[in-house]
């Protein structure tokens, strides 16, 4: 399987707890995006890398919220003391330079308790 | 401030018809525009783009249109199949803006098709 891959699928945790998400994008991609999408709404965007730089931050990402993709590679998403309001779908996706079509994994399914 | 608006949470059809999914955006900066489908629990699959310096694109059963002067676009899906049954969703970019990197999305429309 080439596509974009997200690990874990689904995340129940208590509030308060720290979570983090990984996403392998597909290979030859050196663009990387994290979108948050709650019910009813369609995705929204958190974050963007190419390659290994972060590029742009959306002012939902709140300090309690870091991404990283060292190497270039595969990227991780943490939530440091999530709160009830953090449960959503966390999206990742990933296109190639230049490219307007971001191609979606199927996402980490996060509940907060 | 919902810049891409879908106005139509739902639409139903029957099977061999017609869908026409709409989608409308208020961004002049938006120069390129994309649908996507998602099925429930997974993420969503690209369908169909269209840059703003055409009107009409096809592929397949799904043809794109876009009015700029209207800031209007839509899909149409001929013939609807039931596995076409899922939520879709209308997404924009500023290409020229050198963000083409970031897309907007509608709220999305579920799309049933009945056998």
């Known amino acids: 399987d080439t596509g974009v891959s997200q690990d874990p699928r689904h995340k129940i945790t208590k509030r308060g707890q720290n979570v983090t998400f990984r996403c392998d994008p597909i290979?030859?991609?050196?663009?990387l995006y994290w979108y948050r999408q709650t019910l009813g709404q369609g995705p929204e965007f958190l974050t963007y890398f190419q390659n290994e730089a972060q590029l742009e931050k959306s002012r939902l990402l709140s300090d309690r919220f870091s991404a990283e993709r060292p190497k270039g590679s595969f990227s991780t998403l943490e939530i440091q003391r999530t709160e009830q309001g953090d449960s959503a779908m966390y999206l990742c996706?990933?296109?190639?330079?230049?490219?307007?079509?971001?191609?979606f994994g199927q996402g980490t399914r996060l509940t907060v308790v | 401030d919902q810049q891409v608006k879908q106005n139509s949470p739902s639409l139903s059809v029957q099977e061999g018809r017609i869908s026409i999914l709409n989608c409308d955006y208020t961004n002049s900066m938006f120069d390129y525009f994309l649908w996507y489908k998602k099925y429930p629990a997974e993420g969503p699959t690209f369908l169909i783009s269209i840059s703003s310096i055409k009107d009409k694109n096809e592929d397949g059963r799904f043809t794109v249109f876009l009015n700029k002067s209207a800031k209007h676009l839509s899909l149409h899906i001929v013939p609807s199949q039931p596995g076409d049954s899922a939520v879709y969703f209308c997404?924009?970019?500023?290409?020229?803006?050198?963000?083409?990197?970031?897309?907007?999305f509608g709220k999305g429309t579920l799309l049933t098709v009945n056998p």
């Open positions: 290979s030859e991609h050196n663009r």
């Open positions: 996706a990933s296109s190639k330079r230049g490219g307007a079509e971001a191609f």
């Open positions: 997404a924009a970019s500023a290409r020229s803006g050198g963000s083409n990197y970031k897309l907007t």
